[in-house]
């Protein structure tokens, strides 16, 4: 999904954000709505909703229903935040690296891409849900992390950075291994999944073993409207869009890594009894062996 300079500087950088996240699990007539409001914003703020939903080929209910998943209360105040686009800020968003870049013009972009998706992270990103998520995870009996491929990265991660806090939590890149894992999860245990996209088959898998049983599962996933989400009792969002040539970047990683750390510190403050007891109790254990 392409968007023009000219648009940037009509629809709210906020609305934008939202706008790429959940358009892949619009429906067809959501998504008519949507790429008139990307190509034309300036006529959706001018127009009445009956002229708008007709040259988008879609009804009026459709815009309503956009409006709504772009979390404002309907048609009119949607109408009402375009063009109170920041005319101090760079309308460059998440310009992707195209064959032909110089060197110093994908420096430039990779540095944009990165400080861009943290900033409109750390704007998405709830506390509340970042202290549910803590506090499920201090109590946890056991903990299992996972991520496919690039995401196995950012799972490492975490079960490095738990693990030193004292949480009993476990990490394999071994998919059967970690499915017959997930599938002995019980009450009272943890899945934490890590998927950008939140379409990631057998991570989408684990997580429906893992609550199938009664685990809580807990998610970083970059789409809210995603089959992840969907199913997690915990949601952490990054919002992250960059598109390189070959698909791979940094940017989401440095976003989810971000997460982590975020939520390691919370969990050291809100957990600090719990966690060092953990600590000392597998230290203890590691002497007798």
Do not use: W
Not at 130 to 140: G, V
Not at 147 to 155: F, L, Y
Not at 242 to 252: F, H, P, R, V
């Amino acid at each position: 999904m392409q968007i023009s300079k000219k648009s940037l500087e009509i629809i709210p950088h906020d609305c934008v954000v939202r706008l790429f996240s959940v358009y892949d699990t619009l429906k067809s007539a959501e998504k008519k709505a949507a790429d008139l409001l990307i190509e034309d914003p300036e006529f959706v703020r001018t127009s009445s909703i009956a002229k708008v939903a007709q040259r988008a080929q879609c009804s009026e209910p459709t815009f309503s229903r956009l409006a709504k998943k772009l979390d404002y209360t309907g048609f009119p105040e949607l109408k009402h935040v375009l063009g109170k686009a920041d005319g101090e800020r760079d309308f460059t968003f998440y310009d992707g690296i195209q064959k032909g870049d110089t060197t110093d013009k994908i420096i430039e972009k990779v540095f944009h891409s990165a400080a861009q998706g943290l900033e409109d992270t750390a704007k998405t990103l709830s506390g509340k849900r970042i202290e549910s998520a803590a506090d499920t995870l201090i109590h946890a009996q056991t903990c299992l992390v996972y991520g496919a491929g690039d995401s196995s990265i950012v799972a490492r991660a975490i079960q490095y950075r738990l693990a030193k806090l004292g949480i009993p939590i476990q990490f394999s890149e071994d998919v059967a291994f970690t499915a017959a894992m997930a599938f002995r999860l019980e009450e009272n245990d943890v899945f934490f999944a890590v998927s950008h996209s939140g379409k990631s088959d057998p991570t989408l898998r684990m997580a429906r073993y893992a609550k199938s049983n009664g685990a809580q599962v807990i998610s970083i996933t970059n789409f809210p409207a995603s089959p992840l989400a969907r199913i997690s009792d915990v949601v952490l969002l990054t919002a992250v869009f960059s598109e390189l040539i070959y698909g791979e970047n940094t940017s989401k990683r440095t976003a989810e890594m971000c997460i982590l750390e975020i939520l390691a510190e919370c969990m050291e403050l809100r957990g600090k009894n719990r966690i060092h007891m953990n600590s000392a109790q597998k230290t203890d254990e590691d002497g007798k062996a």
